[in-house]
């Protein structure tokens, strides 16, 4: 990751780190004690970060978006904890899932604690405007995780039915803590209108760059099991793509791969290698990119700054990633 990301948000995220470890403070110790591996299990803090660089860019000087990141962080995380419910996931980050060390209702019960906690902690901040943004972002979230039940296993599910659930399963949340940020610094509706756009197609971006690793990546550097959207029956993009150019008898291959009880690696490797050749993987990724370029010309507005170049560097991240 570029060093100017860094040296402008090193300390700030140091410091929603201690927030979010306060915040995960309670007597009833499995919440402490599932909180400590999640802190443990670290991960990019990619939105905590998101926030703090548009404050800087929307010129805000106090500490208020600190706790607002760690709000930002806890939402994710919660989320986090109920997908890997819902997927039976075996790793998070690289480490074992809440979910197989202490079982599926002690996950859910403490992803409820998180998202509880986040809106206390919101009512704290007080802004109301603030407390809509993310209120409106959660609701999208949920929405987008139940388009995403509704259509597992779906071959028919098209592009655009995709984009519309990471659009709310990913990139809303990316889109609020943007959105914050604008808030903070008190910029113009325009340019607050613009930051949440950029998130918006930031967050897209992402998700379709999640895609591609779930069946490029190495497990150990992708920090959680590759493949397991194909196991879990979740139609994406490189998938729908491949659908979309393959032969008939490639598509009644993979049908067969995708509706079968246990899918080995021999087939993963086959449908890896068709979605491949088909160009499913490159399709998605220049996808990713052109939603890239469409956040970029949301911050044509802003003068240039350091906080600038870095927010458009952390944007060109998204799409170099390989965790």
């Known amino acids: 990751m570029d060093t100017t990301i860094k040296r402008l948000v090193q300390e700030d995220l140091q410091r929603v780190e201690g927030e979010f ?17 999640l802190l443990g299990s670290g991960g990019k803090r990619f939105r905590p970060m998101i926030l703090i660089l548009s404050t800087r860019l929307c010129g805000y000087e106090g500490d208020r978006h600190i706790p607002l990141a760690s709000i930002i962080e806890f939402i994710h995380t919660a989320s986090l904890l109920h997908d890997d419910v819902v997927d039976d996931a075996a790793l998070r980050r690289g480490h074992a899932s809440a979910n197989t060390l202490w079982g599926s209702e002690a ?30 972002a959660c609701t999208q979230l949920a929405e987008g995780e139940i388009q995403e039940l509704i259509k597992t296993s779906d071959l028919s599910l098209a592009e655009d039915g995709y984009i519309s659930i990471i659009t709310r399963k990913t990139a809303a949340l990316i889109s609020a803590a943007c959105r914050i940020g604008a808030i903070l610094g008190g910029v113009d509706a325009e340019q607050e209108t613009s ?35 194909l196991k879990d029956g979740k139609v994406t993009l490189p998938l729908i793509h491949t659908l979309q150019k393959c032969t008939s008898q490639e598509r009644r291959k993979l049908e067969e791969i995708f509706f079968s009880d246990t899918i080995t690696p021999e087939d993963f490797a086959l449908v890896t290698e068709m979605i491949t050749r088909h160009g499913g993987t490159e399709y998605t990724i220049n996808r990713a990119k052109g939603f890239i370029e469409q956040a970029k010309r949301c911050l044509v507005s802003f003068d240039p700054s350091e906080a600038k170049t870095a927010i458009l560097a952390l944007a060109d991240y998204v799409v170099e990633r390989r965790n």
């Open 21 to 37: 470890n306060k915040n995960l403070d309670s007597d009833v110790k499995l919440i402490s004690k599932i909180g400590e591996h």
């Open 107 to 136: 996950s859910v019960l403490v992803g409820d604690f998180l998202f509880s906690k986040s809106f206390s902690l919101m009512v704290k901040d007080g802004d109301m405007r603030i407390l809509e943004v993310i209120s409106d």
């Open 195 to 229: 930051m949440g756009k950029f998130g918006l197609n930031l967050g897209i971006a992402f998700q379709l760059i999640d895609d591609t690793l779930d069946y490029t990546s190495d497990e150990e550097e992708f920090g959680k099991t590759i493949g397991i959207d």
